[in-house]
Each structure stands twice: as structure tokens, then as C-alpha cells.
């Protein structure tokens, strides 16, 4: 299985992570600034490509539908406004071509450093996944002060998760959050003032569209106290 996602979105995140990470590695692994600072500009690249497209693609969406308003509206239509493109941003400096095999060259020479270890290969997201990640958040509730309940959770590459809760005579879940990273504090008032209540959480993984991914977790519990 490849470290290097298929799907665009996930590419996304792929290097927004493989960028935020190597500069950490860069001595161990005998990086130069430069190159570190070449992977940071690849991630800003392929961000900018990849939103480019949809942005362009909207655009083409937005003047069809001018198009046919202009061509085939009612008699007594008023003229719409032409639509106004959508902003895609400038190349940045020191931009290169062929991303994908120059990362995957550098990503080989990490491999080779007789510093690099399969730790450090995980978290900078260039060993390939030993087993496929799970569908369904682990999710852990703990109880703070202040009516405060921490969630803490593990993403597994996912770019996003939905929290949901319900408390007191509520026999619904509603989601009361989307994070993008573990921990997430509740710290909502209790339905009576002043008094402790307990809270019940469940949640489960999104993609970048705001798609649900798999089932719900198991559903925990912690009493929300002053």
C-alpha cells in the first residue's frame, strides 16, 4: 500500500502534515534549510493547485448557469450581474514542478539516513499503513472542573471528526462540535445552574467534503461538576 494518498483532498492533508513535521527531523535525518524550506513550498503549491481547480471549477459552474439565465430566462428578466471569478491565489517564490516524484525521491533519501526509524517514518506519514485505519473514533471522556469535560481521541489521518452529546432528560444526541485534532474541551453551562450533570458523547470520523466516514463510536459518559 502507497504512503501517498490517491484521493486529492487526503493528498492535502498528507503533505500539510509531511510540511508541518520535517523541519522537526531535519538534523537527524541531515536535511538542509533549503530543503526544508522547498517541502514547505510544495505543500503551499499543491494547497493552491488542488483548491485552484475547484475554485476554477465553480467558476465554470457559475457561468453556465449565467449563460443559460441570459439565454433562456423569462421575458422581463432583469440582466444578471456577470459572475465574479473566485480568488486563487499567487504561485509562491521558489514554486517547482514534478511535486510528487521530487518528494518521493526525497522521501527515499530519508529512508536510507541511518537515523531514520519507523517512528518517525509514522509520524511524518511516509510509511505505508500496516492495516487499514479503523472506520470508528475510540473516544474518551474525562471530567474537569469548572462543569468541564475533556474528550480526547485519535484522528488516524482523517481530516475531520463530529462530536456529538446529550445530557439530562435529552433523548437525542445533537452534535455539538467538528474538530480536527484531539482534545476537545466541553464546556457548555449545565442545564441547571450549579449542578452537576452527566453527559453522554459518541462521535464518528468526516471527510473534507463533510461526509461521514463509518459508524459512531461507543458511546461514553462523564458527570460534568463544579
Known amino acids: 500500500m502507497d504512503y501517498l494518498p490517491s484521493k486529492l483532498s487526503d493528498l492535502m492533508v498528507w503533505f500539510a502534515n509531511f510540511a508541518s513535521k520535517i523541519g522537526g527531523y531535519a538534523s537527524t535525518l541531515g536535511l538542509t534549510p533549503a ?19 475547484e475554485i476554477r471549477k465553480a467558476d465554470y459552474q457559475e457561468w453556465v448557469a449565467f449563460r443559460d439565465l441570459v439565454l433562456h430566462a423569462p421575458l422581463g428578466t432583469p440582466m444578471p450581474s456577470v459572475p465574479t471569478p473566485g480568488n486563487v491565489g499567487a504561485i509562491p517564490n521558489g514554486a517547482a514542478a514534478a511535486i510528487i516524484p521530487r518528494t518521493r525521491a526525497l522521501v527515499q533519501r530519508l529512508k536510507a539516513h541511518p537515523n531514520y526509524t519507523r517512528a518517525i517514518g509514522e509520524d511524518l506519514g511516509i510509511e505505508p499503513p500496516t492495516s487499514a485505519p479503523p472506520d470508528r473514533p475510540t473516544l474518551k471522556a474525562r471530567s474537569e472542573t469548572a462543569f468541564r469535560v475533556r474528550l480526547t481521541f485519535t484522528m488516524h489521518r482523517y481530516p475531520m471528526i463530529e462530536i456529538q452529546s446529550r445530557r439530562g432528560d435529552e433523548t437525542a444526541f445533537t452534535t455539538i462540535a467538528y474538530d480536527t485534532s484531539s482534545p476537545y474541551i466541553d464546556g457548555r453551562e449545565p442545564l441547571e445552574a450549579g449542578r452537576a450533570e452527566t453527559r453522554e ?8 467534503d463533510n461526509q461521514p466516514i463509518g459508524d459512531w463510536s461507543d458511546i461514553v459518559s462523564a458527570v460534568a461538576k463544579p
Do not use: F, S
Not at 35 to 53: F, K, M, P, Y
Open 35 to 53: 530543503e526544508v524550506t522547498q517541502v514547505q513550498t510544495d505543500n503551499t503549491v499543491v494547497q493552491l493547485v488542488i483548491n485552484g481547480a
Open 201 to 208: 458523547y459518541r462521535a464518528r470520523y468526516m471527510d473534507r
